[in-house]
């Protein structure tokens, strides 16, 4: 019997193995992708072409003489290829702005796509990435999202703030120098320029004025980006293109649209090989977003200007065919036929010359990008038709619609020098604390704005007040008056009933009275976690406003703030609870309990400051 058992695990062993055997053949015998030049195969002195386009709608083919591979650049277990260039095209623009992407064929079948460029350089020498790392990058997951984030915590100073910087994502990988950075002085200024990097892409703005992208210019460039000001054509809001063998074939010239409509802002590189309906471009990363989700339209290129700096390509957006939904360290993945979930913005200016100007058009949805398209696009708006240099007074009204919540409403003035400045970062404020929130169902359906600006400046300032009497009973009314001057120096009184609370405890009160930014700093309620988008959205519209007075009661003795809750006379055991031997933290104390707060209906003027008075509460 174990004679026959020793028998029958032998022969299983041998079948195994055999199968094993089999299987290791049958892998080694599959072929390689037939239209891929593996990139083991490559030899200095290979000739090869590439196709981009110069002008028109149709590539053209130039030649290109591999001269080696760069190992590890620019990543580990990556390679670039670096190739010489040549043909009547490329020896007048040399590596060219709009270029990234273009596909590099040895013997007919696909290299990789032209990506990276060497700044003054005397020739047209570049770099190249190779196609199968482009396609391995993407095969997995290509359009999975990230997973829900944790929410973090908000402050309620940062909720207020008008001084909105952008974000953007560094290419600390893709952009490495190959040598170290030089600065002012350094001994390495002689190296400047021997250096590889991606090749810029050219981001067109239409209806942005050179003054409103100077903001941003700096943020721009340091991602790789050519920002180009009324240099293209505007891309409009267009439904889905229809698809044919032709649509974004290799070397076509291809636009990510960040913004279309009434403004427009694209991208432009070239395509590097389509398979069926998916799309791969650039060769480098766009912005490095990772997962995207943006317009992917056909371009038409107007010309190449040869630029002794930065040679660059003139693209005019067609119509949307499909969408941009990967962004990583060797370019761009989309896919056509899928429509962009993007959001739109209305926009209607009341002009200081008593004319009303709409404005419609989308941005894509990006917790990065959104925020700065909305703060470029609103700035824009007010200092393309009001002006940008000197006092202005710019009020704003509107919604931000989320899908499953309430809007977050708007209501914020400013009047001041940079009064457009702070009235666009005020708009991108919220929007950016929505995006970045850490809660994974954030859907922005929609901005809507009633903007209104006049040329003169309405700010005035608090200077003291006075009461109408020294005590009052509970229940009782008493007047406030807040003596208010004007930047001109006039000044005018605005007289504030308040009455007691009729559970206030005799002694003594103390009343602010001040503005609403005034009133945040003083609270004991700083920042907060918010324990889901409802949460976050009520906290917004919370936000006291800078624009106009409050009134607020205080009783001199301890309170607490646990969360975003001010909580006023807690009963001793309560606080001997929180501030016992065994637990720390969870809350905020305050000398002072709030008893009553009231928002004063905004006056003609801007008012800021504060002041302090004191009340006493009789039987």
Known sequence: MKKHLLTIIALLLVFTTQSAVAQQKTLAAKPANPRIFPLDELRPGMKGVARTVFSGTEPQEFDVEILGVLPGYPAPRQSAIIARLSGPQVEKTSVFAGMSGSPVYIDGRLAGAIAFSFPFAKEPICGITPIQEMIDIFADGSGSKAGPREPRSISFTQLASTDWKPNLPKQAIAGAPMIASVSGGSPLVALMGQQIQPIATPVVFGGISQQALNLFASDLVS??????SGAGGAAAIT??????????????????????????????????MRDGDQIYAFGHPFLSLGTADMPMAESSVVTVIANTNNSFKLAVPGQMVGAVSQDRATGVFGKLRQSPRMIPVKIKLHTSRARIEEFSYEVANDPFLTPLLVNLTIYNTITASERSLGESTISIRGTVGIKGQAPVELERRFSAANAPVMAAGSIAVPVAALLTSGFDNVQIDGISLDIVSSDTKYAATLERISLDRNEARRGENIEIQAYVRTDSGKQFVQRIPVQIPADAPPGQLVIFVGDGGALQESSGAKAFVPQDLGQLVTQIN???????????????????????????????????????????????????????????????????????????VIR
């Open 542 to 616: 919370k936000i006291r406003k800078d624009d106009r007075l409050y009134v607020k009661l205080f009783r001199i003795t301890p309170g607490v703030v646990i969360g975003t809750s001010e909580l006023p006379n807690l009963p001793p055991s309560v606080v001997a609870t929180l501030n016992n031997d065994r637990s720390s933290g969870g809350y905020t104390a305050m000398p002072l309990s709030p008893l009553f707060e009231k928002e004063l209906a905004p006056a003609d003027f801007v008012i800021n400051g504060q002041q302090v008075i004191a009340i006493e």
């Open 223 to 228: 991602n790789g980006l050519l920002p180009l």
């Open 239 to 272: 439904p889905m293109g229809p698809v044919t063998e032709k649509t974004l074939a290799p070397g076509t010239s291809v636009s990510v649209q960040l913004v279309r409509g009434d403004y427009s802002i694209a991208a432009s590189g070239t395509v590097t």
